[in-house]
């Protein structure tokens, strides 16, 4: 027995000297943690709206440093609890642990974990996660060299700060905004103990991928908390019944921004490169949050209900579901996250399918029945006649949305695309911005890239020439058909129409406009001259090659952007000046420290004018006609006020949808189309299609309009309650306008142009 204990006392002195020769050899060969008294990590690049909403990180790490006296209480107590509660009592190693996970690695057996906060600090800083002896002896070294060098506070400061928590979260500031949606000094008991879990297994304890398991640690960590005397037995069972709502992609609440941020992204990186990245920038913009969800919320509606009017194309994928649970459980998950959710609309994997009814299951095993109205948009789908890739059963991937009242409903995605942007008219500032239905799926920013045909919403730039050529909105017209023979033409004859098919005779500009008579447009613009108002346009910041002097450009046959549209009408909407777009306000940086200050400026001074003020209050006044009893008669029926104005587009085909309005202190316009342009449908209008996405964003954001009305200006006169240029007025004050045409003396389009007019034309 003697003998016994001599071997082991020399053998573990033995091992002593080992591991003692062990460290002072690798003490010179430790990196310096100097840098670490002065914490400075990576930190993304950060995008928040004018009242301080975050719309977007970009960076390899999400991460906002947090001082260790801004984390809240509960929330190091809830990390402790779990991770290392003698923290402050230990010097940073525990070495019966070590010897417990020693035992366990050499019998092969699951680790207990004895890692310090401070030893996951120098191994997730500085080493690599291998496990040997090798990195442990390091690991040890640098959590001594460390307490020694740095405080508890520091310590722990930066181990809150450092630790990746999942969804490309690292520091619990961040987590609590990608798991919650909150500042980190909002939250509770119980959101505190889920982010504290995640440590461990960033991927296993995610609550949004795997809530139950999340919420099976939760429940521990709370009661390790309430053990500790961290909480009372009341917060325990208090934080144990609340309800957790997780921030996701679906969540109604969250502020979707992605072409926006994306947008500053590249403005940024611009001006700093690479260090756009890493030095931790915050940009605040321009944008309304609560106008930003408005526009985005209504575009996805406008589009999801012209998609609910289409032909169902079936379900995007087929799977056979093993008889094993688990392995059905397993497919579905995989599967579900090659089809991921877009915004509200879910993907779902088919269980049981019928005419009556249909059941499906979420990624999260979630199961959802569906019946009644919620499979009118996919009846076709569902019907024994349907060709097999169309057909809904058993398997089939397929979209679900939950409607206002709660019910369910399978959708498909839209093919078809819209964009949305409002400006402050009087200094260019973007209130908000929504370039597509969805970022993840399509990152074309329409706003900014399309380049597509106005339809009649040009129309008021054309009627703008006309007024400063003598023509006023009661100048009569006659809405009667045009006709160019092959003569004129050097090819086929042809004759514009009204989209009606109808012709209503003589009538005023202020009507015309109202109903959007193409034959008065055309008329229009042969009095004003192509060339004439092709320099005219270029005034409202519409390119000059993109608009040909050609009759064409009365309907609106040339390319604009949305961006573009938007700064034109708000030329209208301040009184004639062109603004340019503006979205950046500041940058800062980590600390806050102001490091650019651009805030959107007042245009107002009378030479920065490009139209002259009395051109843009009767052009208003005419658009309040479209508004009020036009085309878009039901924008002041549905807002119930007088003081908003715009002009409705439809292409040729119905190729385009458009509404470009606004209100004196906010223009926006929407436009919804195919990418590759295509009929939207032979009933389908900007009035239609447009107006009512347009509608449902002023809803929201006309609560802060205040009720304007514009006073005429000193140099317009009043003749049977319309307006005209004094110097135009004939003897009974009206101006008129020659019914007939000179077709042969009209500029026309050189031959490569002509089929592409002939197409606009052509029924």
């Known amino acids: 027995m003697t003998w016994a204990m001599v071997l082991l006392a020399a053998g573990l002195f033995c091992l002593l000297m080992v591991v003692g020769v062990a460290m002072v050899t690798a003490y010179p060969n430790l990196p310096d943690i100097s840098d670490l008294a002065d914490y400075k990590p990576k930190l993304p690049l950060r995008v928040f709206t004018a009242d301080g909403q975050l719309m977007g990180e970009f960076g390899e790490e999400r991460r906002n440093l947090t001082p260790i006296e801004e984390i809240p209480q509960i929330m190091k107590d809830a990390v402790l609890s779990i991770e290392d509660n003698r923290f402050y009592d230990h010097g940073g190693v525990d070495y019966v642990g070590i010897l417990r996970a020693g035992i366990a690695n050499i019998g092969r057996l699951k680790s207990q974990g004895a890692s310090t906060i401070t030893m996951q ?67 509770t008991i119980a ?73 500053v992204r590249q403005m940024v990186f611009a001006q700093y490169g690479q260090d756009t990245y890493t030095r931790g920038l915050n940009v605040y913009t321009t944008i309304d949050s609560q106008e930003q969800m408005a526009a985005y919320q209504a575009l996805r509606q406008g589009l999801m209900d012209y998609e609910r009017r289409q032909i169902y194309r079936g379900p995007e994928k087929f799977i056979t579901l093993p008889n094993d649970p688990k392995l059905a459980e397993d497919l579905i998950d995989e599967t579900l996250e090659d089809h991921p959710d877009n915004g509200d609309v879910m993907s779902a994997v088919v269980l049981e399918a019928s005419s009556k009814k249909v059941v499906v299951v979420r990624q999260n095993s979630e199961q959802i029945t569906i019946t009644g109205a919620g499979l009118s948009p996919v009846e076709s789908g569902l019907s024994d006649k349907a060709p097999a890739a169309k057909r809904i059963r058993k398997g089939a991937v397929v979209r679900i949305v939950q409607l206002p009242k709660g019910q369910w409903e399978i959708t498909q995605l ?140 009365a309907l609106g046959a040339g390319s604009v952007t949305v961006m573009q549209m938007a700064t034109g009408y708000s030329v209208f909407a301040n009184g004639g000046y062109l603004v340019s777009p503006h979205l950046i306000n500041r940058i800062t940086d980590y600390k806050d420290r102001l ?39 039901r924008a002041q029926a549905s807002l119930k006020r007088s003081d908003i104005f715009g002009k409705t587009g439809t292409t040729n085909d119905a190729m385009d949808a458009w509404f470009a309005g606004y209100h004196p202190q906010l223009a926006a316009v929407v436009w919804i189309g195919y990418d590759t342009p295509r009929k939207l449908g032979d009933r389908e209008t900007g009035g239609g299609l447009s107006l009512p996405v347009w509608i449902q964003f002023m809803e929201t954001a006309a609560r802060n309009l205040s009720n304007s009305v514009s006073a005429p200006p000193a140099d317009l006169l009043q003749v049977d309650g319309d307006w005209i240029y004094p110097e135009f007025a004939g003897d009974n004050g009206i101006s008129s306008l020659d019914n007939e045409v000179n077709d042969k003396a009209q500029a026309l389009p050189p031959e490569e142009e002509r089929n592409r007019i002939l197409d606009l034309f052509r029924n």
């Open 121 to 187: 600090v120098a191994r997730n800083v500085y080493l690599s996660s291998e496990k040997t002896y090798t990195r442990k002896i390091y690991e040890i070294l640098l959590t001594y060299k460390l307490e020694h060098l740095l405080t508890k506070d520091q310590i722990l400061e930066i181990y809150m700060n450092q630790i990746f928590l999942g969804n490309r979260a690292y520091g619990f500031a961040s987590a609590a905004e990608s798991y919650f949606g909150k500042s980190l000094k909002d939250i």
């Open 191 to 263: 959101e505190a103990a889920m982010l504290a879990g995640l440590p461990k297994a960033p991927s296993a304890f995610n609550p949004i991928v795997n809530p139950k398991r999340a919420r099976s640690r939760q429940l521990y960590i709370i009661e390790r908390m309430e053990e500790n005397g961290y909480i009372t037995a009341r917060q325990a069972t208090q934080a144990k019944a609340e309800p957790l709502a997780l921030k996701t992609a679906s969540n109604k609440k969250t502020l979707h921004a992605e072409f926006v941020a994306e947008t």
């Open 414 to 553: 839209p093919e078809v695309e819209g964009a949305l942007v409002a400006l402050t008219p009087q200094t260019g500032a973007i209130r908000a911005l929504v370039g597509g239905f969805d970022f993840a799926k399509n990152k074309f920013n329409h706003v900014t890239q399309a380049w597509r045909q106005p339809g009649s919403s040009f129309k008021p730039f054309v009627y703008s020439a006309a007024l400063e050529k003598g023509l006023s909105p009661a100048t009569m017209v006659n809405d009667e058909p045009l006709f160019f023979d092959g003569g004129v033409t050097g090819g086929q004859p042809w004759e514009p129409k009204n989209y009606d098919g109808k012709f209503d005779g003589p009538m005023s500009l202020r009507t015309a406009l109202a109903k959007s008579k193409n034959m008065v447009s055309i008329r229009v613009l042969q009095s004003v001259g192509p060339r004439p108002a092709q320099e005219w346009v270029t005034r409202f910041g519409f390119d000059a090659d993109k608009h040909p002097p050609y009759l064409t450009m």
């Open 595 to 633: 490091l650019v200050d651009s805030p959107p400026v007042e245009i107002n001074d009378a030479s920065q004018r490009v139209i002259p003020q009395r051109n843009a209050f009767v052009m208003t006044s005419m658009m309040q006609e479209v508004t009020r009893s036009g085309t878009a008669a």
